[in-house]
C-alpha cells in the first residue's frame, strides 16, 4: 500500500510538500500519479512520474506551481505545492501505475494498482 503524509493548513501563496511512502510493496517498475478530490468535484489528475528515467508529465493547469519528485532509495514521491490558492483546497492523493502506462496517467485512474489513504490541503486567509 501507499501511505502518504504532509497535507495541512495554509495560506494563499504558500507551499506544501506532500510524501507518498510505499509500504509492503516495491515501487519499481511503478509510475506514481497524484491526484486531488475537491468537494462536489471529480477526482483530477496532477502528475505524474514514471519510474525507469523520472520523466514527468503535468496537467497543463499545474505547470509552473506542482513539482513532483521521487525518492528512488527510500521509495517514496513528493509533490511540492507552490504558490497555492484557495481553489487549490482538496484531498490529494497518490497511486501506483505500471510504467508502461505512463503516457496516459494523468487521465487514468482504475487502472492504477495501488492508493494512498490521502492528505487534506486547505488553503485560507
Known amino acids: 500500500r501507499l501511505v502518504q503524509s504532509g497535507g495541512g493548513s495554509v495560506q494563499p501563496g504558500g507551499s506544501l510538500r506532500l510524501a507518498c511512502a510505499a509500504s509492503g510493496i516495491t515501487l519499481v517498475d511503478y509510475t506514481i500519479g497524484w491526484f486531488r478530490q475537491a468537494p462536489g468535484k471529480a477526482r483530477e489528475g496532477l502528475a505524474c512520474?514514471?519510474?525507469?528515467?523520472?520523466?514527468?508529465t503535468y496537467a497543463e493547469s499545474m505547470k509552473g506551481r506542482f513539482v513532483v519528485s521521487r525518492d528512488y532509495d527510500k521509495q517514496e514521491s513528493y509533490l511540492q505545492l507552490n504558490y497555492l490558492k484557495p481553489e487549490d483546497t482538496a484531498m490529494y492523493y497518490c497511486?501506483?501505475?505500471?510504467?508502461?502506462?505512463?503516457?496516459?496517467?494523468?487521465?487514468?485512474?482504475?487502472?492504477?494498482?495501488?492508493w494512498g489513504q490521502g492528505a487534506q490541503v486547505t488553503v485560507s486567509s
Open positions: 497511486a501506483a501505475l505500471e510504467d508502461y502506462m505512463f503516457n496516459l496517467c494523468i487521465n487514468l485512474k482504475g487502472e492504477y494498482d495501488y
Open positions: 512520474i514514471r519510474s525507469t528515467d523520472g520523466r514527468t
